[in-house]
């Protein structure tokens, strides 16, 4: 069987994750001085850490490096620390339920088939700007309500406010980083007030979409409603959080079947192995690498003393890797079972797109295996992969699919 190593050297995909390539890292749990920052690599207090939100905050805001607007923390469900967290989330929960996830089925169908109609009979195509970055934003948007007419004024926007969330957490900062946030920043908050506009129609005369059910629905106790604010912050954070991940989950996983021709054919046969392989993938080639928190008290971990107010980068993809958890953990075998990885995180802030991302992973796969018979890397035309720390993940993805 091949193993990991030969797929993320093939490409050098994050050179310096080690834990990539077979190693470990020598402690689970690590100082950085010149950053003076925690990095967290075992499964076990990466664990601890996601479950522990009053000792580690997700409410990082005064650590970074950027001063976050006051008036984009409200809703914010990631950056939000329980009681509020648990407030919001379950009022959010209320709208964004199983079943409108379920009802989005024939739409992600119907979707990709679209995309895909329009690269059919090419023996090549690049697989990002085909189907895996429109696809979750398209979904994103028929979710939320956006008219299909402003889809590209509203990816415009989003384009912008992802490269925004990137700056934000850039460490090292210049003239030149602050320059790109606060132009990002003039974007993002175009799109606010897009998705504004559209709260305050819902409010006079709601539809059938999510944007109408967050500014309808109740939760008991204090807080009742989800004000203005609320509703398009947390908008926006579906956008951020639902949508580069799902692209990056798709290319992952093609990626991580064209490494393995034997796993290709075993699912292309019998597609019943189709969440196996997405569950593989997203412990494989984690797309969202790691999450960031703050330390509230002191506290020890895996033997080292955290002090307060020290940020912590808590590395899931390392932990996917720990040998202490995962058996072969460099072989990617989607027969695991369990296969506890934490690439959703674990925790209150466990993913709430987790159903959505999984199911556009599993439709997007069986129509891709269904239209295309071949679907190859060439090294001649090598995909791309995007530079930032916090992602894993292709930016081109060029593939031969003719035999
Ligand atoms: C493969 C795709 C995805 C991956 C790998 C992923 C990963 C994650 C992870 C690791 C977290 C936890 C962050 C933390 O603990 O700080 C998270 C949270 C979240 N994700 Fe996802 N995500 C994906 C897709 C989506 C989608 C499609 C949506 C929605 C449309 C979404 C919405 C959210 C939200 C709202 C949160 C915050 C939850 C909270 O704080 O309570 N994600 N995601």
Not at 70 to 85: F, K, R, V, Y
Not at 162 to 189: F, H, L, P, V, W
Not at 300 to 313: D, H, L, N, T, V
Request: hydrophobic share 40%; net charge negative; charged share 25%.
């Amino acid at each position: 069987m091949t193993t990991v190593t030969s797929l993320v050297d093939q490409w050098n995909i994050h050179p310096h994750h080690t834990w990539l390539r077979g190693e470990r890292p020598e402690q689970p749990v690590v100082f950085n001085e010149q950053a003076q920052m925690w990095n967290v690599y075992g499964y076990d207090e990466v664990q601890e850490i996601l479950t522990n939100p009053m000792t580690f905050s997700s409410d990082t805001t005064g650590l970074l490096s950027v001063e976050v607007d006051a008036s984009l923390m409200e809703g914010n469900i990631m950056l939000t620390d329980p009681p509020g967290h648990t407030r919001l989330r379950k009022l959010v929960s209320n709208a964004f339920t199983p079943k409108v996830v379920a009802d989005l089925e024939p739409k992600i169908v119907r979707l990709a088939n679209e995309l895909l109609d329009q690269v059919q009979g090419q023996d090549r195509i690049e697989l990002v700007s085909a189907l895996a970055y429109p696809l979750p934003i398209i979904v994103i948007a028929e979710l939320l309500g956006v008219p299909a007419s402003d889809r590209d004024l509203f990816r415009g926007w989003v384009e912008a406010a992802m490269e925004n969330s990137i700056e934000m957490i850039k460490t090292e900062r210049g003239e030149e980083e602050d320059r790109a946030y606060e132009e990002q920043m003039d974007k993002t908050n175009k799109l606010l007030d897009y998705l504004r506009g559209h709260v305050a129609e819902r409010r006079k005369s709601p539809r059938e979409d999510l944007l109408s059910r967050l500014v309808q629905v109740e939760a008991g106790g204090e807080g009742k409603r989800l004000s203005d604010n609320e509703i398009v912050n947390f908008a926006y954070i579906l956008l951020v959080a639902g949508h580069i991940t799902t692209t990056m989950l798709i290319g992952n996983t093609v990626l991580c079947l064209d490494a393995h021709p034997e796993q290709d054919a075993l699912v292309r046969a019998d597609r019943s192995r189709l969440p196996g392989v997405i569950e593989e993938s997203l412990r494989f080639l984690s797309p969202f690498t790691l999450a960031l928190r703050g330390a509230t008290e002191e506290v020890e971990i895996a033997g080292q003393r955290i002090s307060p107010g020290k940020m912590i980068m808590v590395w899931m993809s390392a932990a996917n890797r720990d040998p202490r958890r995962f058996e072969r953990p460099d072989v990617f075998d989607p027969t695991r079972a369990p296969n506890p990885h934490l690439g959703f995180g674990r925790g209150v802030h466990f993913c709430l797109g987790a159903p959505l991302a999984r199911l556009e992973g599993r439709l997007v796969m069986d129509i891709l295996l269904d239209r295309f018979p071949v679907l190859r890397t060439d090294p001649a035309t090598p995909p791309s992969f995007l530079a930032a720390d916090h992602m894993t993940g292709a930016k081109h993805l060029p593939l031969i699919t003719t035999a």
